[in-house]
């Protein structure tokens, strides 16, 4: 129960849906671009940064702006016809992100609230994540085994959520942590 823009962590990782009007900022998204002086505003362009599901972007912040010493962004694509099985393809990419950025202790946000998309439950959308996230740790660990990938930085993930949807991010994490590999 923490917000991204206050994370003491070597990466912070949050998503974004596609750059548009009417896809406005809320919550820590609104506090992670004040403290990055409307840095989020001015890469959210149709022709910067989209967006696109699954686009990722990396931000080094200026010292002592946010707790987080590097950002990862990730695109969740249109918000009008958002699924909670979106977040499959997310947890996927933060598992191989921050492997391949060395980071053995990342921290995730979904910030689909904080992106004004409400109608899902948090426990739903971590499910999901987790599930993306778990699928892409049992592929890099065989080809790990199978002597075609390096060894694996990832150590742990704290997944944020706000005090009042901790309890069902909690059920939903714990719930796809209960089911046995496919």
Known sequence: MQSPAETDTELQIFCLFASTPENTLHGSLVEINEKLKGLLDKIRKPELFRGE???????????????????????????????????????????????????????????????????????????????????????????????????????DLSFLAGPTHAADTQKGLEAEAAKPPN
Request: proline share 5%; charged share 15%.
């Open 53 to 155: 599901l699954g686009k990722t972007i990396v931000i080094d912040p200026p010292a002592g702006s946010l707790g987080a010493r590097r950002l990862l962004v990730i695109g969740l694509g249109d918000s009008a016809n958002f699924t909670p099985q979106r977040l499959e393809l997310v947890g996927s990419i933060v598992y191989r992100e921050s492997n391949r950025l060395g980071v053995a202790h990342p921290f995730f946000a979904p910030t689909i609230l904080d992106g004004g998309v409400t109608g899902f439950n948090t426990g739903e959308v971590a499910q999901h994540f987790y599930a993306g996230f778990l699928r892409a740790a049992r592929t890099e660990r065989l080809l790990e085994k199978n002597g075609v990938s390096t060894s694996q930085v990832l150590q």
